[in-house]
C-alpha cells in the first residue's frame, strides 16, 4: 500500500478523469424528483480531505448539491447517540438485496426495516428523532453543523417541496409500518424531517469534512472533539460497508473495498479509517441508483493507491 504522504492524490484525480472523459456514461439524472431532474448531468466533483487537514480537489468540487441519502448516516449517528442499542429493536443491519424503497421486504418483515440506509429505516430513524428531540429539524441541523463546525449547511426548500409532492412510496412505507405499529408519531412530522433530511445540500469539499470523523475513530480531527465514541464509528463504518448502495452494496464493498454511501443526487461519499474521506459527485445514476462515475472515480482510486480496508 502507498504511503498517504507520497501519495499525489491531485494527480490521481486528473489521470481518472482523464481516463473517464471518453467511457461511455449510459447513466441518467434522477426524474422522479423533478428538481434533481434539472441538474446539469456533465458535473464531476471530487474531493479529499486526509485526517491531517490536507485537502486535495478536482472539477465542480465546491458546487452544492442535493445529497439525498447521504445524509442518512448523520441522522443515523445521532438517534445512536440518543437511544444507543434500543434503536436496534426496530431497524436491522443486514444489507437489503433489493431496491432503497422497497415495499414487498418490508411487509414480509413485518414493518422491520432491513437496514437504517433504506429509505424505510430511515423514516424509523427520523420518528424517533420527532419522539426524542425538542425541536427536531433545528436539533437535527444543529448537530450536523456542529461536527465540522460549519453554520452555512442547510437544505434546499424547492427540492424538500418535490420530495413531498412525489413522495407516494415514501408515504406508502410509513403507512405500512405504522400499521405494524413500527411509527410512533404523526406521518406529516415523521415524512416532514425526512424530506427535510434529504434535501440537504452540500459540496464535496463539506460532505468529506463531515465525514472525516468516521476516519478518526469518532473524533473531529479538526476541533478534536469527540462525535461519537470509537466502537460507533467502527459500526456505522460497518453499516455503510454492507448497506451503504442497497441492492449493489455488496458490487461496490467488492470493487473498492471502502465503507461508503450514495445519495440519488449523484454524491457519493467514502471513508478509508485512519486515512481519509472523500465526496464524489456526478449526477448520472445507474440502474440501481448510484453515481455511475462516481463508483469508477472510487474504484480507480483505490486500485491505483493500493489503499482498501479489505
Known amino acids: 500500500m502507498l504511503n498517504m504522504t507520497q501519495t499525489d492524490y491531485q494527480e490521481i484525480f486528473q489521470t481518472i478523469a482523464s481516463e473517464l472523459e471518453n467511457i461511455d456514461d449510459p447513466g441518467e439524472v434522477a426524474t422522479y424528483i423533478p428538481e434533481l431532474a434539472c441538474v446539469d448531468p456533465s458535473k464531476l466533483g471530487v474531493h479529499l480531505v486526509t485526517i491531517d487537514n490536507n485537502h486535495f480537489a478536482h472539477g465542480d468540487s465546491d458546487e452544492k448539491f442535493s445529497i439525498q441519502s447521504i445524509a442518512k448516516v448523520l441522522s443515523l449517528t445521532l438517534a445512536l447517540e440518543i437511544v444507543g442499542e434500543k434503536l436496534w429493536d426496530r431497524v436491522g443491519v443486514e444489507p ?84 405494524f405499529g413500527n411509527i410512533e408519531n404523526d406521518l406529516e412530522s415523521v415524512l416532514g424531517l425526512y424530506f427535510n433530511l434529504c434535501s440537504i445540500q452540500m459540496t464535496c469539499k463539506e ?44 458490487e461496490f464493498a467488492f470493487s473498492t473495498g471502502l465503507p461508503g454511501k450514495s445519495g440519488v443526487g449523484g454524491g457519493i461519499v467514502a471513508v478509508h479509517p485512519g486515512k481519509f474521506s472523500i465526496a464524489v459527485w456526478s449526477p448520472k445514476l445507474n440502474e440501481k441508483g448510484n453515481s455511475y462515475k462516481g463508483m469508477k472515480v472510487l474504484e480507480a482510486l483505490t486500485t491505483k493507491t493500493q489503499s482498501s480496508i479489505l
Open 96 to 179: 437489503s438485496g433489493s431496491a432503497f424503497n422497497s415495499l414487498v421486504q418490508l411487509e414480509y418483515e413485518k414493518g422491520i426495516p432491513r437496514n437504517p440506509l433504506l429509505n424505510a429505516g430511515a423514516i424509523v430513524v427520523c420518528d424517533i428523532l420527532v419522539t426524542r428531540l425538542k425541536d427536531p429539524k433545528s436539533d437535527l441541523f444543529e448537530f450536523i453543523r456542529g461536527i465540522t463546525g460549519n453554520l452555512n449547511i442547510g437544505y434546499s426548500q424547492r427540492i424538500a417541496e418535490s420530495e413531498v409532492q412525489t413522495g407516494f412510496r415514501n408515504y406508502a412505507l410509513a403507512n405500512l409500518m405504522k400499521s
Open 207 to 250: 460532505v468529506a469534512e463531515t465525514f472525516l470523523f468516521l476516519a478518526t475513530n469518532g473524533i473531529n480531527p479538526v476541533t478534536n472533539e469527540k462525535v461519537v465514541a470509537p466502537m460507533r464509528a467502527r459500526r456505522i463504518n460497518s453499516i455503510m460497508q454492507m448497506c451503504g448502495f442497497y441492492d449493489e452494496a455488496e
